[in-house]
């Protein structure tokens, strides 16, 4: 058995918190995206999330994905780490970190082209350097769930058509509050899907 890097062909050999009923959801909202979309994913984990994104992204699209890229291997243990326990043991004995650990598994993707950019950076350095607030198709959210960060994100993204996240559930009261807040205030259209999965449309 192979111990690093694993051999993956779909976000379910990756470690993560998202499950299938969201990425079912993906590919609906991708269907509501114009022909040569803007995708950008805040909070990338290990990247399962962003495996599922680009298996449901059409080959003309545009992906970006920002992450601070600080998750430790505390973390990594509680989504039961691949069913690879010697790659458990060499992450834990040569200290792999989260972004080794992303770049290993996104690139074996068939689709890592529709990859564009990847800020490895804090969310508010990225705000302050970076204005693409109006030209993204679609935004996903799995960041910092605390309520500040998740209505500010929000704010940011008044523009974007199509919103949406994870863990919309009453252990992620932030998320929650920050959701129902701005939909009540802006008037979009909230929909709560399968897998606490979010979505704000415009």
Same mark, same amino acid.
């Given at each position: 058995?192979?111990?690093?890097?694993?051999?993956?062909?779909?976000?379910?050999?990756?470690?993560?918190?998202?499950?299938?009923?969201?990425?079912?959801?993906?590919?609906?909202?991708?269907?509501?995206?114009?022909?040569?979309?803007?995708?950008?994913?805040?909070?990338?984990?290990?990247?399962?999330?962003?495996?599922?994104?680009?298996?449901?992204?059409?080959?003309?699209?545009?992906?970006?994905?920002?992450?601070?890229?600080?998750?430790?291997?505390?973390?990594? =243990?509680?989504?039961?780490?691949?069913?690879?326990?010697? &790659?458990? $043991?060499?992450?834990? +004995?040569?200290? #792999?970190?989260?972004?080794?650990?992303?770049?290993?598994?996104?690139?074996?993707?068939?689709?890592?082209?529709?990859?564009?950019?990847?800020?490895?950076?804090?969310?508010?350095?990225?705000?302050?350097?970076?204005?693409?607030?109006?030209?993204?198709?679609?935004?996903?959210?799995?960041?910092?769930?605390?309520?500040?960060?998740?209505?500010?994100?929000?704010?940011?993204?008044?523009?974007?058509?199509?919103?949406?996240?994870?863990?919309?559930?009453?252990?992620? =009261?932030?998320?929650?509050?920050?959701?129902?807040?701005? &939909?009540? $205030?802006?008037?979009? +259209?909230?929909? #709560?899907?399968?897998?606490?999965?979010?979505?704000?449309?415009?």
């Amino acid at each position: 058995m192979r111990s690093w890097p694993p051999k993956i062909t779909s976000p379910y050999d990756i470690p993560g918190w998202t499950v299938k009923e969201q990425h079912y959801q993906y590919k609906d909202l991708v269907n509501l995206l114009p022909k040569n979309p803007k995708v950008l994913e805040i909070g990338c984990g290990w990247g399962r999330s962003t495996w599922a994104w680009l298996d449901a992204l059409p080959d003309t699209a545009s992906f970006f994905i920002l992450d601070h890229f600080e998750l430790n291997y505390r973390e990594l =243990q509680k989504t039961g780490i691949y069913p690879y326990s010697k &790659a458990a $043991k060499r992450i834990r +004995k040569q200290n #792999i970190d989260q972004r080794e650990i992303f770049d290993t598994i996104i690139k074996q993707h068939p689709k890592i082209n529709l990859l564009k950019t990847l800020w490895h950076m804090p969310g508010n350095d990225w705000k302050n350097h970076i204005d693409y607030t109006q030209e993204w198709d679609l935004v996903y959210l799995d960041d910092d769930h605390r309520y500040p960060a998740v209505s500010n994100w929000l704010e940011r993204f008044t523009n974007v058509p199509i919103v949406c996240g994870d863990d919309y559930h009453p252990n992620h =009261q932030g998320v929650v509050s920050a959701v129902d807040e701005y &939909a009540e $205030k802006t008037g979009c +259209k909230k929909t #709560i899907l399968p897998g606490c999965f979010w979505v704000l449309r415009k």
